[in-house]
């Protein structure tokens, strides 16, 4: 009897010593398995943040591409605008200053006009009319009598009304007339100052 409860127990103990075994083998395998579960999603999970933060750097590195052109644009669309300007506000400026110094200058605008019907007129056979304010026809009149007496030949000083300043030229068949006017001098001024001035300011 003694030796058959010594084999029950010798059994029961051999029994239960397997079961925590295989239960702690179990416990083991199941531990492992989480933890390399939770290792693969803390790995996916990583993967993904890095994924994530490329995507945002390279938005971000589109993004300030993107602003420094469109920054770098607009600053070289605003120096060419404000070039243009100075070179508008200066030639304008000065046009407007040698136009209005030359008009002011009688003596100048005399043999200036002058010098014009001479070239208009080199053979000395073209009929013209000169149209020009009473004032200045009397002035001019007396220039051409004292320094340019032959240009009066086939020359006809007219005024009229309409002429406040300047001058015009015109054949007396009326084909065609040449006004030169503060105006007319300003804008001939400013068109050959503005590409001066562009070299002048910025080559």
Not at 23 to 38: C, G, S, V, W
Not at 165 to 191: C, N
């Amino acid at each position: 009897m003694d030796n058959n409860d010594n084999k029950l127990d010798i059994l029961t103990k051999k029994i239960y010593e397997e079961g925590i075994e295989k239960a702690q083998n179990d416990a083991k395998e199941i531990l492992e398995r989480a933890q390399k579960d939770a290792e693969n999603i803390i790995k996916e999970a990583e993967n993904k943040a890095e994924a994530i933060l490329n995507q945002a750097n390279n938005d971000s590195a589109n993004l300030r591409q993107k602003t420094e052109a469109e920054i770098s644009m607009s600053v070289k669309q605003a120096i060419s605008a404000l070039k243009q300007q100075l070179t508008n506000l200066i030639s304008n400026k000065i046009a407007v200053d040698m136009t209005s110094a030359a008009f002011k200058d009688e003596d100048f605008m005399r043999e200036l006009m002058s010098k014009i019907i001479e070239k208009w007129n080199a053979e000395g056979n073209a009929d013209l009319n000169v149209m020009m304010n009473a004032k200045e026809k009397e002035e001019f009149e007396k220039y051409l009598l004292a320094k340019h007496k032959d240009l009066l030949n086939n020359l006809t000083l007219v005024t009229s009304p309409n002429q406040k300043e300047g001058f015009v030229i015109q054949p007396k068949d009326g084909s065609y007339k040449l006004t030169f006017s503060d105006k007319v001098f300003e804008e001939f001024f400013y068109a050959y100052l503005k590409d001066y001035s562009k070299k002048l300011l910025f080559s």
